[in-house]
Structure formats: C-alpha cells, structure tokens
C-alpha cells in the first residue's frame, strides 16, 4: 500500500483549478492534517510535504470519516475536485468531490527532505532556459551531454488539450462539457454546470405583494450522487421554463445563483438553495447518458418524531409493517374529489409504532403490495414524510414521497435481523400515546412536569416574564351551557368572521366573502384535581376531546333540533371525566390587575398502564428522599 503523497501534488492542484474530467489528472494523494467538523461537513488541510491547502470532504465522506476509516495524518487519492477563492482573501479552498480513502494515519506530519550537498561539490547558481539550451554539459569524465532542445515540460491537462483540439468538432464539444457535483456548489462560485434528474415539480402560484403581482414554482433536483437542492423561478424565468421542466427527465443546467437556504420554507437537506432566471440555460440531456439517482435517506427513529410536528421539515423512515388498512375515499373540502387513503402501522427498532398514511397513487401501488404482504411483516422505507399532531403523532405521505419495499440497504438488514429475534415477540406502543404536540419544540410527555392545580395557582406570578407549561392530571368539573362556546370561522384561515350584508361571511384577514363559515370552539370550563381547581380555556381541537364532538354537532343540537335538554346532557355527560392536561400560564392584564391565563394546548385520555409506572416511580422518589 501506498505511504507517501504524490509528488508537488498542491501544485498540480493549483495549476488545474478545474479540470475537464477526472481523466486528465495525474495521480493525486496527499495527507489529511487538521480534521474537523465545521458546521455540516469535515474539513481538512492537505499537505503534499511541501505545500499545504485549505480543503473540505465531500458529504458522502461523513460515514467514513466517522467510524474511523479516514483519519487525521491519514492518506487519501483525489479523484475530481474544484478550487474556490475565499471570498475578501487571496487563499484558495480546495472542494473535494470525489476521492478514496489510501492508507490509515500515519506516525507523523510528511515534510519534504531538504538535500545536503556532499563536501567539495560547487553549487552554482541556475542558469535560464536560453543559456540552457545553447551551452553543453560536460561531466568530470569529459563525456560531453547536450541537452534535448525541443524539451518542455507540459501539465496533465495542456497535453489533453492539445488531443482534443485535433479531434472533430462534436467530438470536443461532447468532452468539454464540465459538470459539477452538488455537493461542490456554493454563492461563490464561479460558472458551473449540473447533470440533475427533476425529482418534484410543484405547481404555478400567483402572488402579491407591494411590489406587484407576480408568479412563482420550485422543483427539487437530484444528481446522480442523489444529492439535492431545491431551485426556484420567479415570473418571466417560470413561465418560461414551467413547461420545459418535465417531472423524471434529465437536464444540464447552467447560469443560476445560490444563497442560503431559509431553513423556515427549505424542503430538501441543503445548505443552498438555487434561483434560476430567464438568462439560465436547461437543457435536456436526452441524447446522452442518464441516471437513476442513488436514494439517500436520512432516517429518523419513531421516537425521535416529536420536534418534527407541524414543522415543514420532512422526515424518512424506516420499520417494519405490522397492519395495514384497506384502502378508503376522503372526500376534499375544496372541491369535494374523492381521493384514495389507506393507513399502516409501523415499528422499528425504539419499539414504538406510528400509523403512516399513503394517499392517491402511493395508496392504490405500493399500498396495495403492503397489503398483500401485511402478513409477512415487511420492512418499508419512506422517503419525505410530513409529520402531523394527528392522534398524537401521525405521517401522512406527499406527492413526493416515495416508498421502498424490502429496501436493499443495510438498515433494512439490521432492523429485519431484529424483529425477527426479537421485535416480533416484544409489546409495542404507539408514539403519540400521552404526547403533547409543540410545533418545533417537540413532542413533551404528559408525565413530564407533571404538577396539581394548587401549584400553579398558589404561585400568581408564573407566566408573568414568558409562558410556563405543565402537565396536569384532572376532571373537567363543570362547563356553563350559557357561554358562547363557539365563534363563527373563516373556511380558509379559521379567523373570525362577520355576517356580510346582504348575506353570507365577511373574513377581513382573507379580505373576501364567502357564503357559508365554520363554527369552532373557544371554550372556558373548570378543571378539579385532589388539590385544587381552576378556569382554563380550551380552543377548537382540545375542545373536541373534551365535549366528544365537534362545534357544528353541538350547535345543531342546541338550536337546529331545539333539544335544549339534549344539548346541557352533553355537556354534562363531558364532566367528571379524566383527562391528562399539557397548560400554558401566561399573564393578562385585566382593569390594570394582572391575572393568570391558564390554556389547554393539548388533551389525551389516561393510559393507566402508563400512569401506573408514573405513579410507582413517583413512590420510589418520595421513599428515596426520606
């Protein structure tokens, strides 16, 4: 095995910013110095003994560099990289894209070996090329060497240059297209080409705002090392390229910008996103060679599901099907289309499960082959799953998602391997079991912060500098029939509407009419433990928990059927129930008299299995602290 670096390998680097092709360059192997972590990716200096270079690791390099097989002193072979200016510096930064791992780390840093001369040898000063070539040599034998005169040293790629100018003219135009990795762009890069399969399309969207009106679509590109970057086209650049974009084709694209991508809206693992205007060329490669991109995932355990609630992140995972549903119609509010939902429950390895629900085709293909497997017990990977509050945690399946039946992938094997030893016989638990959803902060346990009422109103000062939450265990004690425990809401935005004249609902946050409305909870009732009691508020989905129907089910009971009797039944019938409470406590000043706000944010029935072990913990604490 190789122990050394490649001769001036930093020089052939910095005399070959970016080769035409990995075939033009000569062998490259320098040694790993400085191995880091910066941000998302590993950075490196590469040392050829004599020269040294600022450098960092493509992504796929992360595995490797993790469990040890590429090391700090150690030895790598650069197969294809590009070399950056740092932005305000005159140093460069060298983007490796493709490279392989050569020897282990070595016992110290390689330095070149600085050559003594031996006594009695004159050293004189180097003569210039001109002298060289008209002057003979002659050695201390008096055999006289003259020089090769029409010797000159040529790099790698001036020689590749020199072929493909004598080649024929689509010949060298096919060679010298140089596509670059995703992997290697950033803002400061200069020109650059990608070969990317379009992987999602969204759709046309109009939009206003101070500066006008305008028009906007994203898609989302893969290459073939199946990384992606989501771009986008804005009015004149969308209208022109919405048709071209083809959903499955392959196209080379060039002259688009980058910026950082706004982790708020991002949809895909990038730290760029892409903008392409009317001046960026795509062109189809349809005469070439294309790809199949490599599916990358980034699993996510089920357990780990709670920070994802509600965010726009996507997750994939990975588990085994224990049950899956036939499939069903949803009839959509919008426009009142059936469309096609089957739901399955899935383990993994955390032994915990999770219902996921595929729609439209994803129910009819791949869940239908789920279905006819369900009794083997399949392992299933999915790619791009939105994560909802639903039931606690629940999945649901986009338009660009995709499915993965008895993946060939090591983490099928391993998790295979582990229900069929153990996970088969084990007692699984749903996740959203006793979970509180917070929108980005994660799903809470509902024995986390567990406290009675008597100390969050025996304390008037929480909530007073920012919101405090707690879990609570308590009766709905008592809900007044005479309060408006509904408001009427807009059918887009849920904000409250007016009665327009004439008819219908005026919505002034959609600024629109719309002739029917939603009713939705805002409910205040009072909650009662062994300790104490308290008002909270509960809004439209806790609410439902608690009553057992939605707010156009009790209205039509109170008022369409006149059933007055009926209506107060089923309020009374909510009371006395137990419930597990995740509260917020904020402070509002009312007649310039600050006063606790305490609101339900989430409701769950009890699981006594869980509160037993709850309560057995708690006895060992108080037995402990004695």
Request: with cysteine.
């Amino acid at each position: 095995m190789v122990k050394s670096v490649s001769q001036d390998a930093i020089s052939t680097i910095l005399a070959n910013p970016s080769p035409d092709s990995s075939s033009d360059l000569p062998e490259i192997i320098v040694q790993v110095l400085d191995l880091k972590l910066t941000g998302n990716r590993y950075t490196f200096t590469a040392n050829d003994g004599k020269m040294k270079l600022r450098a960092i690791f493509p992504s796929n390099m992360s595995t490797e560099i993790i469990t040890g097989s590429v090391q700090n002193m150690g030895l790598v072979k650069i197969l294809d990289y590009t070399l950056n200016d740092i932005p305000n510096k005159s140093e460069k930064y060298l983007i490796v894209t493709k490279c392989e791992l050569v020897s282990s780390a070595l016992e110290t840093e390689i330095k070149a070996e600085i050559k003594t001369e031996e006594p009695g040898i004159v050293l004189k000063k180097p003569k210039l090329e001109h002298e060289v070539k008209n002057e003979a040599k002659t050695d201390v034998n008096g055999i006289i060497l003259k020089p090769k005169q029409e010797m000159v040293s040529k790099s790698a790629a001036q020689i590749v240059h020199e072929q493909r100018e004598n080649m024929a003219p689509v010949a060298r135009m096919a060679m010298t297209r140089r596509v670059h990795p995703l992997v290697s762009l950033n803002p400061y890069q200069g020109n650059w080409t990608i070969k990317v399969r379009l992987t999602s399309k969204g759709n046309m969207r109009t939009y206003k705002n101070a500066r006008g009106e305008g028009c906007v679509f994203n898609v989302e590109l893969t290459d073939e090392d199946g990384t992606q970057i989501q771009a986008t086209m804005f009015n004149e650049a969308a209208r022109k390229f919405y048709e071209k974009f083809q959903l499955g084709k392959v196209y080379y694209i060039s002259r688009g910008t980058l910026k950082v991508a706004n982790k708020q809206f991002k949809t895909v693992k990038n730290d760029y996103e892409m903008t392409l205007n009317e001046n960026s060329v795509v062109e189809e490669a349809s005469d070439e060679e294309t790809f199949i991109p490599e599916a990358k995932f980034n699993f996510v355990s089920i357990d780990q599901l709670g920070p994802y609630i509600n965010g726009r992140e996507l997750v994939d995972i990975i588990g085994v099907v224990q049950s899956v549903t036939a499939v069903s119609n949803i009839k959509r509010k919008i426009d009142n289309e059936n469309i096609p939902k089957r739901d399955m429950i899935v383990a993994d390895e955390t032994k915990k499960t999770v219902v996921v629900s595929l729609w439209n085709e994803l129910a009819n293909n791949a869940g239908q082959e789920l279905f006819d497997l369900a009794d083997k017990s399949p392992v299933v990977a999915i790619k791009s799953l939105k994560v909802s509050d639903f039931q606690g945690v629940s999945l649901s399946t986009l338009g660009k998602s995709k499915v993965m039946i008895k993946p060939d992938i090591p983490e099928a094997k391993k998790l295979r391997s582990w229900y069929d030893s153990e996970g088969k016989g084990s007692s699984m638990a749903n996740i959203g079991m006793g979970l509180s959803p917070s929108s980005r902060t994660g799903a809470r346990s509902m024995y986390t912060d567990r406290v009675s009422l008597s100390h969050i109103t025996g304390n008037p000062s929480l909530g007073d500098e920012k919101p405090a939450f707690f879990s609570i265990k308590a009766f709905v004690s008592l809900i007044r029939p005479e309060q408006a425990m509904w408001y009427c809401a807009c059918k887009t935005c849920n904000k409250k509407v007016t009665e327009a004249p004439g008819s219908g609902y005026w919505c002034e946050g959609c600024q629109r009419n719309d002739e029917e409305c939603n009713l939705r909870y805002i409910m205040v009732s009072k909650i009662s433990d062994t300790r104490g009691e308290a008002w909270v508020s509960a809004f439209n989905e806790e609410a439902e928990k608690i009553i057992g129907c939605s707010a156009e089910e009790l209205n039509k009971l109170k008022s369409e059927q006149g059933d007055i009797d009926g209506y107060q039944q089923k309020l009374k019938e909510a009371t006395w129930v137990p419930h597990l409470f995740r509260v917020s406590v904020t402070q509002n000043e009312y007649n310039n008299e600050k006063r606790q706000r305490i609101t339900v944010r989430a409701v769950a029935p009890i699981n006594f299995a869980e509160e037993t072990k709850f309560l057995i913990e708690d006895i060992k604490k108080m037995i402990n602290s004695q």
